[in-house]
Structure formats: structure tokens, C-alpha cells
Nanobody, 111 residues
């Protein structure tokens, strides 16, 4: 069965960095476009970044230049490197592929 398991969230001060990981199983990871979404309390879930099977990437304007999405097809793992974090980046972050979603990992940016 398809499974996406996020990890790497936590509490970080403004300006700090975190790297999220998403371990995928149950499908042919390498042929799927993958993406990261986030949802802050009281807000709609929004696309953060996406990466195609060929490695092309796309980012939300709010994270361009600060976040980097990448994938390791040998490890069936998706990553999101987040730098220069801001309080407005606080949200639950979700990994997404096809119709599958992970359970989410919480990122809190606060001093």
C-alpha cells in the first residue's frame, strides 16, 4: 500500500533552518512528481514546492530562494531544505504524491 512518512519538523528560531524528509513506499517513487504542501491553523492547505520525475522544480513565491525541494530516487525519499525560516512558515507540512498524503510534520518558527 502507498505510504508517505514525513519527518524532520520541529521548533526553530526565526532565521533558522530545517530539513524535512518524506519516506515513500508502495509505489514506483521515481516516476511520480512529488510535492510539499503546508497548512497553517485556520488557513487552506497550500502548495509549497513540487518536483517532477525529471527533477524540474517549482516553488510558491513565498518560499522562493529560501526552500529547496529535492529527491533521492535510490532511497525513495523526498526532501525539503528550509532556510531563513520566518514565523509565517509555521504550519503542518505534508508530502504528496498522486492521490496520497503523508500524516504531516509540524514546523514551528518562533523565538
Amino acid at each position: 500500500q502507498v505510504q508517505l512518512v514525513e519527518s524532520g519538523g520541529g521548533l526553530v528560531q526565526p532565521g533558522g533552518s530545517l530539513r524535512l524528509s518524506c519516506a515513500a513506499s508502495g509505489f514506483t517513487f521515481s516516476i511520480y512528481a512529488m510535492s510539499w504542501y503546508r497548512q497553517a491553523p485556520g488557513k487552506q492547505r497550500e502548495l509549497v514546492a513540487e518536483i517532477t520525475s525529471a527533477g524540474s522544480t517549482n516553488y510558491a513565491d513565498s518560499v522562493k530562494g529560501r526552500f529547496t525541494i529535492s529527491r533521492d530516487n535510490a532511497k525513495n525519499t523526498l526532501y525539503l531544505q528550509m532556510r531563513s525560516l520566518k514565523p509565517e512558515d509555521t504550519a503542518e507540512y505534508y508530502c504528496h504524491a498522486g492521490v496520497a498524503w503523508g500524516q504531516g510534520t509540524q514546523v514551528t518558527v518562533s523565538s
